[in-house]
């Protein structure tokens, strides 16, 4: 984008070229900490030049703004500066170039810069993927175990009836009669994979178990209530930048994205649900420029594809498609609850309480759906004041 320049010389006679510090040609800038631990600026410093001169205006009265806390020395070069860049890219990343009259400065060119912000989580999807898919090729028929109920929660109302009901529908993969595959455990899958790369399940564990006990969390009464902003407030856009924050300030993130999550207002949102909830583990991103956004995650349905399974992001209309589940652009909830809920839940009173409606009729089950999310917001909020 330019301005014009006035003294009679055409701002599209005029360009900004970028050189790296040894005066090769520099492309794109970059922000990311790809390189280390912390995130930074690649290169550190560059070169702006004006092409060509301008031959009216004194390079002594030009002068090169830039994003705050950049940094600018002049060069001997007449009309060359060397930059040095800080801190966060917010898009657009602008360089102004002004003269300097006697009482204002008026503008010669204005010119966004390629900018690159990019960055990774610990957890890698070719070192920390688990041995196996999320198919019933590779796992096997899963049934429910008392077992692992057991290991998963503390308490819950009715625990025979929960078993036998919510716990069952959501703690399972089976082969029906007709040859359809019921069920999944993306959930645990994707969870247990990210909390062993991040060092927190120990040496002796099975993995199998942990896959089931984390599975049947997402029924806990923390993760309900975890994941309720985000389903209440839905907004794609809060959930990267919880991504990006947790990276920028950390260096990791423990969060998983649950894609694909129905509206809350849908009368059959517990069947949804059930069916068509998504948790994938999200580990770099990229953003070029301040209208999108593409994070790159572990599906565990596709674990071999880790490099082509991208969740897009608009961050102008607050949506996303992640293909083949959500391809038209309309998308608007993710859910991006933490660890913890699922490490340390061991409460399910909400989902008992739920259990027994699975089958009841649309209608009713809307009614219990709204009043259970009503009790689940108020202790959501009570407990948010007592910490």
Not at 24 to 49: E, M, S
Not at 62 to 67: A, C, G, K
Not at 221 to 240: E, K, N, Q, T, V
Request: aromatic content about 10%; hydrophobic content about 40%; proline content about 8%.
């Amino acid at each position: 984008m330019a301005s014009p320049a006035g003294h009679g010389q055409r701002a599209d006679e005029l360009s900004i070229e970028l050189f790296t510090a040894d005066d090769q040609p520099l492309v794109r800038l970059r922000y990311t900490n790809a390189v280390g631990d912390g995130f930074r600026w690649i290169p550190d410093r560059f070169v702006v030049r004006l092409r060509p001169r301008p031959g009216v205006v004194a390079a002594d009265r030009l002068e090169l703004r830039l994003p705050p806390g950049w940094r600018v020395l002049p060069l001997t070069e007449p009309t060359a500066w060397l930059v040095f860049p800080a801190g966060l890219p917010e898009f657009p990343v602008r360089l102004q170039l002004v003269t300097r009259g006697q009482d204002r400065r008026c503008p010669l060119l204005i010119q966004d810069l390629p900018v690159d912000f990019c960055g990774r989580n610990r957890f890698d999807p070719h070192r920390d993927r688990l041995p196996w898919a999320n198919r019933i090729d590779d796992l096997g028929e899963v049934e429910p175990d008392p077992v692992h109920f057991r290991k998963t929660f503390r308490f819950a109302l009715g625990s025979q009836r929960f078993f036998q009901g919510l716990y069952r529908e959501v703690v399972g993969l089976r082969r029906l009669p007709d040859g359809r595959i019921q069920g999944g455990l993306c959930t645990g899958l994707s969870r247990t994979a990210l909390a062993r790369a991040l060092g927190w399940l120990g040496g002796e564990v099975s993995l199998r178990e942990v896959v089931l006990v984390l599975h049947g969390r997402q029924l806990s009464d923390r993760a309900l209530l975890a994941g309720l902003p985000w389903f209440l407030l839905p907004s794609p856009r809060r959930a990267y930048q919880a991504f990006v924050r947790d990276l920028l300030t950390r260096g990791w993130s423990d969060r998983c994205f649950d894609l694909n999550v129905p509206r809350p207002w849908r009368r059959d949102v517990l069947q949804a649900l059930l069916g068509q909830g998504h948790t994938v583990v999200p580990y770099a991103f990229c953003q070029r420029d301040a209208e999108r956004a593409q994070v790159w995650v572990y599906d565990p349905n596709l674990p071999d594809r880790a490099a082509e399974t991208v969740v897009t992001i608009d961050l102008v209309r607050d949506c996303y498609e992640y293909p083949p589940l959500a391809v038209d652009g309309c998308r608007t909830t993710i859910v991006a609850v933490p660890l913890a809920p699922y490490l340390h839940g061991r409460t399910a009173i909400l989902a008992s309480v739920a259990s027994p409606f699975l089958q009841a009729s649309r209608r009713l089950l809307g009614v219990l759906v709204v009043s259970l999310l009503g009790l689940a917001l108020f202790a959501f909020r009570h407990w948010s004041r007592k910490r």
